[in-house]
Antibody, heavy 122, light 107 residues
Framework: QVQLVQSGAEVKKPGSSVKVSCKASGGTFSNHAISWVRQAPGQGLEWMGG????????NYAQKFQGRVTIIADESTSTAYMELSSLRSEDMAVYYC???????????????WGQGTLVTVSS | DIQLTQSPSFLSASVGDRVTITCRAS??????LAWYQQKPGKAPKLLIY???TLQSGVPSRFSGSGSGTEITLKISSLQPEDFATYYC?????????FGQGTKVEIK
């Protein structure tokens, strides 16, 4: 059974960066896209970007271009999302999610991490 | 970006009711649409992909239909565990956007 386990909650100051990890177990890691989706309190879902580990390159939503970096370490089956220049509007739960179909960049998300709450406060 | 508009945004229904949620896209997305269910404090759960294919383990009371710019999710007989928020997501083009959500509450 595939499991995605994310790192714990973070409290960050405005202007700083946060790095969230997502460790996969079960199934194959390298050829399924891992996306990052965030959800601000009481709000909907927002796709930030994704990576297919075996390809190495990431795609990002234009809204986050230049502020977000997504990488994957195949040796540890772990994906990471780093968001910089944090502002109050970035306070949200950040989820990683696996693409259902191997090798497909645009794929529905069949497994999700438990979410990581990032609080941005001075 | 492709905009997805779900209707209704809020729905009050009783156990046993038949429920329909519509997702309208700002441009054609063929059948590249997924539906998710989210309960408070939990990650979303994939219900349907390809507009009409039920994800493994999802009860058959859930069904999806449509293509192009209008796609629907139907719950044939609402169960207590179905009270949640439902989101559609288009996977036709980048970025893969979500609808704003439909909250299904108990009447």
């Amino acid at each position: 059974q595939v499991q995605l386990v994310q790192s714990g909650a973070e409290v960050k100051k405005p202007g700083s960066s946060v790095k969230v990890s997502c460790k996969a177990s079960g199934g194959t890691f390298s050829n399924h896209a891992i996306s990052w989706v965030r959800q601000a309190p009481g709000q909907g879902l927002e796709w930030m970007g994704g990576i297919i580990p075996t390809f190495g390159t990431a795609n990002y939503a234009q809204k986050f271009q230049g502020r977000v970096t997504i990488i994957a370490d195949e040796s540890t089956s772990t994906a990471y999302m780093e968001l910089s220049s944090l502002r109050s509007e970035d306070m949200a739960v950040y989820y990683c999610a696996r693409g259902r179909f191997p090798g497909e960049w645009l794929s529905s998300h069949d497994y999700w991490g438990q979410g990581t709450l990032v609080t941005v406060s001075s | 970006d492709i905009q997805l508009t779900q209707s209704p945004s809020f729905l009050s229904a009783s156990v046993g009711d038949r429920v329909t949620i519509t997702c309208r896209a700002s441009q054609g997305i063929s059948n590249y649409l997924a539906w998710y269910q989210q309960k408070p404090g939990k990650a979303p759960k994939l219900l349907i992909y390809g507009a009409s294919t039920l994800q493994s383990g999802v009860p058959s009371r859930f069904s999806g239909s449509g293509s192009g710019t209008e796609i629907t999710l139907k719950i044939s007989s609402l169960q207590p565990e179905d009270f949640a928020t439902y989101y559609c997501q288009q996977l036709n083009s980048y970025p893969p956007t979500f609808g704003q959500g439909t909250k299904v509450e108990i009447k």
